[in-house]
């Protein structure tokens, strides 16, 4: 398995076969295919007449930024007009987002944007939107949010892992990426689902490899990460982990781990990447855009090339993929209200 720490080279040479390769890192348009003719369906309904732009709310070079830049030249292909990539970071992911939100609803700017920023800052704070505001349009990704304890802790297992935090109760400290998080949100959901409240003890960092370093160098007992943080230190041995929020099924990186649920744990969490646009958008636009990213996901280069950015392809269509937000949105603003 390729490394993590190989994931923007990776993603530079497949964004180059895939015909991006002169575009900035700001936006990028790609050339319209004329080997892909443009669905009946689409004309029918007299979309698209025009660029779509992909508003990423975070930084270039991130995993959200590259997958949408994997994805857009066969988006253009596929629906005859030019896609362009635009980044909007800030507020964790909220000036993205309201980008989207205010732009006309008629599927020409949509946002590919990340559990954090669609279900925990508009309930960490105040950022001007809610999911009312949100037409989701299909999931692309899915990460899930495990237990990391050191390989000499002597713990091997979830009720190991228990017992020994048990026995001294609220003294144990765990790290994540950040408060109001999704990892913080696992751990809490976690010592909900086993009704220990308080159990261990959040510390903070500003990113998930400083969490999980801080466990390596004895700051903290434990981490709450995904697989893009914690596999290689899994991998060489210096690092175990115990179970993992994947639902259905294992994990993609981790597949001898158990699930939580597997466990008997309603614990299901971990980041996902989805596409959305404003409400109100018509839902005919709404199914061509779906249509048109699951035909994506299932060519073998965007397989490859999300293999590559170390991102299990987790297609889910806009019906599915709604309910799931609208219900995460729920269970996430309930935790975090009882952070408060």
């Not at 003890?201 to 893009?228: K, R, W, Y």
Request: with cysteine; glycine share 10%.
């Amino acid at each position: 398995m390729k490394r993590i720490n190989c994931l923007v080279m990776a993603a530079i040479i497949i964004v180059a076969i895939g015909g991006c390769s002169g575009s900035t890192p700001e936006s990028s348009e790609v050339p319209v295919s004329s080997e892909v003719p443009v669905s009946s369906e689409a004309l029918s309904v007299n979309f698209p007449t025009t660029t779509i732009k992909i508003i990423v709310p975070f930084n270039p070079g991130g995993s959200t930024d590259l997958m949408a830049r994997v994805l857009a030249p066969e988006m253009s292909a596929r629906l005859g007009v030019p896609v362009i990539v635009e980044n909007k970071p800030g507020g964790g992911g909220a000036i993205g987002m309201i980008e989207m939100i205010q732009s006309n609803p008629d599927g020409h700017t949509i946002i590919l944007c990340s559990i954090s920023a669609a279900t925990l800052t508009p309930n960490n704070s105040d950022v001007g939107y809610t999911n009312k505001e949100m037409a989701p349009i299909a999931q692309i990704a899915q990460l899930s949010t495990g237990i990391y304890v050191r390989a000499d802790s002597g713990i091997s297992t979830v009720e190991e892992f228990i017992e020994v935090c048990e026995a001294e109760y609220g003294t144990k400290t765990f790290s994540t990426s950040g408060t109001g998080g999704v990892h913080h949100l696992t751990a809490e959901l976690f010592m909900q689902a086993i009704d220990k409240p308080g159990l261990i003890n959040h510390v903070p960092f500003d990113s998930g490899t400083e969490a999980i370093t801080a466990v390596l160098g004895n700051q903290v007992d434990f981490s709450f990460g995904d697989a893009g943080d914690g596999l290689p230190f899994v991998e060489d041995g210096t690092l175990r982990v115990l179970a993992m929020g994947s639902d259905p099924g294992r994990d993609y990186y981790y597949p001898d781990v158990p699930s939580f649920r597997e466990l008997g744990y309603d614990v299901v969490m971990g980041p996902w990447t989805g596409f959305a646009a404003p409400a109100g958008t018509p839902i005919e636009v709404i199914e061509i855009l779906d249509n048109t990213i699951k035909e994506c996901m299932e060519l073998p280069n965007i397989i490859e090339g999300f293999k590559n950015l170390s991102q299990p392809i987790a297609y889910m269509n806009h019906t599915d993929f709604t309910e799931k937000w609208m219900a995460e949105y729920d269970k996430n603003k309930a935790i975090i209200e009882g952070l408060n």
